[in-house]
């Protein structure tokens, strides 16, 4: 089992940024990549970025490219994610997710989940 806690997730203005993190517990060897992904009120849930653990490989949804970063400290098990020049439509529910190296941005791929964090960008 792996558990995932997010946080550094609330309000922020439009323009404004925020730095999410992912705590990764248990065993946490089993999984090869860390993902974010959100889900908006009435929306589905969007797979945003990826990172592996073992390799310098990330990659991001065409939406958030430029402006989010995903990044690691692999001696913490944590994983981040720097948001830049936020916008009203980020508003969601953030959740990072654990899986592996056959991971996508299909969500049934990935292994575990975190209880998600809130974000809100005012206008």
């Known amino acids: 089992q792996v558990q995932l806690v997010e946080s550094g997730g609330g309000l922020v203005q439009a323009g404004g940024s925020l730095r999410l993190s992912c705590a990764a517990s248990?065993?946490?060897?089993?999984?090869?990549?860390m993902g974010w992904f959100r889900q908006a009120p009435g929306k589905e849930r969007e797979w945003l970025a990826t990172?592996?653990?073992?390799?310098?490989?990330?990659y991001y949804s065409d939406s958030v490219k430029g402006r989010f970063t995903i990044s690691k400290d692999r001696a913490k098990n944590t994983v981040y994610l720097q948001m830049n020049s936020l916008k009203p439509e980020d508003t969601a529910v953030y959740y990072c997710?654990?899986?592996?190296?056959?991971?996508?941005?299909?969500?049934?791929?990935?292994?575990?989940w975190g209880q998600g964090t809130q974000v809100t960008v005012s206008s």
């Open positions: 990172i592996r653990w073992n390799a310098i490989i990330t």
């Open positions: 997710a654990a899986g592996t190296a056959q991971s996508t941005s299909r969500i049934r791929s990935w292994d575990y």
């Open positions: 248990g065993r946490t060897f089993s999984e090869n990549a």
